[in-house]
């Protein structure tokens, strides 16, 4: 049961639409008991969650929407949920990036988490088209607290509803750069679909993304695989890295026979560490 007094109305529904996501439906009766509210509470959260196609409801209840491939969130909206997860998985993946990296991020909400994590790394090159990452790591440059220099690269585009930047700008910038380490998010994931998103033009531009990285690291939350996007942009196969929260039991054995390397994130993220040396990373000096 969960302690009504602590959640903001946002909260509540993000729990909502999160156990429609694990289970594929919700009896009303059910969530009451999960939410410790009434049934009037409850009904008026799936009302909204319903208005912005976020699920359907059914008789005594809700399911996924008809629509959940093709609808795509809002940066607001996704960065309510498995709040915990992301930072761990965020500061797992940090502990990837060597000082003096040429790094890619693109757009998600556990990028961005990702972007916080980094802000102590010194020499990095960050090459985003998230506009959210951007402004945390030029908010580190007005402050002057960015150990070394940093150098971020924002690819220009067209502005979706989550705030990437895609389309022929976005996919012409990064073609022409060359990265140690690309960090990806996806809508949706699994060994059948792959890597999907709602949106056609951030698939091309997350395609782009792969293919100017010597490496790419997929970071994704346990509701990933319960989640299918409209259209796929990467096979597991093209993954050298995923590092998540929990694997299905279903699926663990053949992630790990596709992906090179998949970590394991646990709790949620603690302090950063001490601002890292200037080094090349490994594999040689990075990217130009």
């Known amino acids: 049961m969960v302690d009504p007094g602590n959640l903001l109305a946002h909260q509540r529904r993000a ?23 009434s049934d009037m509470t409850v009904r008026r959260d799936l009302d909204v969650l319903a208005r912005e196609g976020l699920l359907r409801k059914v008789h005594g209840g809700a399911v996924l929407g008809d629509e959940a491939s093709s609808h795509e969130p809002g940066f607001e909206a996704k960065s309510e949920w498995e709040t915990a997860a992301k930072q761990a998985i965020a500061k797992a993946a940090a502990a990837l990036v060597a000082p003096g990296s040429a790094i890619a991020l693109s757009a998600g909400t556990t990028t961005h988490a990702l972007a916080r994590e980094l802000t102590e790394v010194t020499c990095l090159t960050v090459v985003t088209n998230s506009v959210r990452t951007a402004e945390v790591f030029e908010a580190v440059c007005r402050t002057g607290s960015a150990g070394g220099t940093l150098t971020v690269i924002l690819t220009g585009g067209i502005r979706t509803p989550s705030d990437a930047l895609v389309g022929p700008i976005a996919d012409q910038a990064i073609r022409s750069l060359h990265v140690d380490l690309l960090f990806l998010g996806c809508h949706g994931l699994g060994t059948a679909t792959g890597l999907t998103t709602p949106n056609l033009a951030e698939a091309e531009t997350n395609r782009a993304f792969l293919r100017s990285a010597r490496r790419a690291a997929l970071l994704a939350d346990r509701t990933k695989w319960s989640t299918v996007g409209l259209t ?40 950063a560490g001490p601002a890292q040396e200037c080094s090349s990373p490994p594999g040689g000096p990075p990217a130009s």
């Open 232 to 271: 796929t942009f990467a096979a597991l196969e093209e993954v050298d890295v995923l590092v998540t929260d929990s694997l299905p039991a279903e699926e663990a054995a053949a992630v790990t026979e596709r992906v090179g390397e998949v970590l394991l994130a646990a709790g949620p993220a603690g302090p």
């Open 15 to 37: 729990l909502i639409l999160d156990e429609v996501r694990r289970r594929g439906g919700v009896r009303v009766n059910e969530l009451t008991r999960y939410l410790n509210v």
